[in-house]
């Protein structure tokens, strides 16, 4: 497989592993100790690795989230913490679940050090969420945590990567959401309010920026070999089925 090819197949089981932690009800907890929303801890969680920006930086950065949801989230937090230590916490929250989930999942160690070594050769331009989380040492290395936080790193180099490829297509992050999978309940769930415009015409164009990201993305994978590309494959769809509970073969 060439490296474009993997990072394609892989990107759907990095999304899904690399956000699963934020939906774990302990890392929902730790928002309700530190006395803010889960909504709150989310925004700031992820962005707050920039520092004390302003919201609308923040809603650049994150691109898809409807900048008022934004704003919601990044001053609620704001009022309560400093931005740097809610994202502490966020990485704090990451490596814990992955030394629950991940640590059981064979050859955990070797998924760590593939997924690091893609991060560590991707390209970070033009993607500062990425560049400001690949610059943050883990609070805790064992091989469970090293894969989260891996997760974590190269779920944002995507996430940077499609913002990219899709003003690079000519639309506006809501269109691509609602030219996604989840449409209009994705738009929804991003914060962004109807009316919504018409998708039918957005449809080629996302599916153009998708190719885009494969192809951005593509650089941090050019620094594993072809059997190396299959493996991390085949690790993270084994580290899936270990998390969902399933017999990983």
């Not at 497989?1 to 394609?8: F, R």
């Not at 898809?64 to 704001?78: E, L, Q, R, S």
């Not at 070797?110 to 943050?136: C, K, Y």
């Amino acid at each position: 497989m060439t490296p474009e090819q993997v990072a394609a197949a892989s990107k759907p089981l990095v999304l899904e592993l690399g956000e699963m932690f934020a939906r774990c009800p302990a890392t929902l907890h730790r928002a309700r100790l530190l006395g803010i929303s889960g909504w709150a801890f989310h925004i700031a969680g992820r962005a707050g690795v920039l520092g004390d920006v302003g919201a609308a930086t923040v809603s650049a950065a994150l691109g898809f989230v409807a900048p008022d949801a934004v704003a919601d989230g990044w001053d609620a937090a704001a009022r309560v913490h400093a931005p740097l230590e809610v994202a502490t916490a966020n990485l704090a929250e990451c490596c814990r679940w992955g030394s629950e989930h991940l640590t059981a999942v064979p050859g955990v160690i070797r998924l760590a050090t593939l997924l690091h070594r893609v991060v560590d050769a991707a390209d970070a331009s033009g993607m500062p969420l990425f560049a400001a989380w690949r610059a943050v040492p883990p609070p805790d290395d064992t091989p469970g945590a090293r894969a989260a936080a891996g997760l974590l790193l190269l779920r944002e180099h995507f996430a940077g990567a499609y913002l990219l490829a899709v003003r690079a297509g000519g639309m506006t992050p809501l269109e691509a959401v609602l030219a996604g999978p989840e449409g209009e309940a994705g738009a929804l769930a991003c914060g962004w309010p109807p009316p919504y415009p018409r998708v039918g015409p957005l449809v080629r164009r996302r599916l153009w920026s998708e190719a885009v990201t494969d192809r951005l993305v593509s650089t941090g994978f050019r620094a594993l070999t072809p059997a190396e590309g299959t493996a991390l494959l085949d690790l993270l769809t084994t580290a899936r089925a270990v998390v969902q509970g399933r017999a990983p073969y």
